[in-house]
Nanobody, 125 residues
Framework: QVQLVESGGGLVQAGGSLRLSCAAS????????VGWFRQAPGKEREFVAG????????YYSNSMKGRFTISRDNAKNMVDLQMKNLKPEDTAVYYC??????????????????WGQGTQVTVSS
């Protein structure tokens, strides 16, 4: 069983930055793909970015590419999502998820078995 905890959310003005972190308890991320998703009010949950912990490959939603960066911290067993040039439309609850995968990084929520509780990100205009 993997328990995930997100942190780093908050309120920021448009154009600002936030760094979200995802920590795992119960095991390391080795052999797992870790993804970030977000869900805005009234909208479906969408894929933001993902990383394969062992291989280091990364994937991004086209709309977030260039502004968001996903990375891993081996020492802390954490996955970070650095978000820059934030826009009001980035306002959402951001979720961390992980799935056991040999190579691939899934981009759909159904492929992820473990989820965190989510952290709120609010971008004011």
């Amino acid at each position: 069983q993997v328990q995930l905890v997100e942190s780093g959310g908050g309120l920021v003005q448009a154009g600002g930055s936030l760094r979200l972190s995802c920590a795992a308890s119960g095991r390391t991320f080795s052999g797992y793909a870790v993804g970030w998703f977000r869900q805005a009010p009234g909208k479906e949950r969408e894929f933001v970015a993902g990383i394969h912990w062992t291989i280091g490959s990364t994937y991004y939603s086209n709309s977030m590419k260039g502004r968001f960066t996903i990375s891993r911290d081996n020492a802390k067993n954490m996955v970070d999502l650095q978000m820059k040039n934030l826009k009001p439309e980035d306002t959402a609850v951001y979720y961390c998820a992980c799935a056991a995968r040999l190579v691939a990084v899934p981009t759909t929520e159904l492929e992820y078995a473990y989820w965190g509780q989510g952290t709120q990100v609010t971008v004011s205009s």
